[in-house]
């Protein structure tokens, strides 16, 4: 065969495949459908819990707090008796080193 009926031949098939292609797609159609349904609901989920979450900030928001806790007597005898902790090295400074005497 010569080389111009040869691509010919593949201009041929792949014409085909592409009609193919196209014919086959428009039957399926509804290929996509189950991942648009399923974005769908995503979106649903989405929106309920941003619906909750700024329920939730509104009801915090709402809160007043009564600063006269902190003017009591009990809570002025309160004392402080933080005690600061030293850091210590963590590990050796030389790991892989098996000589103990470096």
Known sequence: MKKEQ??????ILF???CSY??????QNINLLK?????ASAVQQETDELER????????LNAITLDNA?????AYQALVDRTVVIQRVP???KEPFNTDSTK
């Open 6 to 11: 040869v691509q010919h031949i593949i201009a």
């Open 15 to 17: 014409l085909f495949l």
């Open 21 to 26: 292609g196209v014919y086959f797609i428009s």
């Open 34 to 38: 189950p991942l648009f349904i399923q």
């Open 52 to 59: 909750g979450v700024l329920s939730d900030i509104d009801n």
């Open 69 to 73: 806790f902190f003017q009591t007597p």
């Open 90 to 92: 963590v590990g050796a």
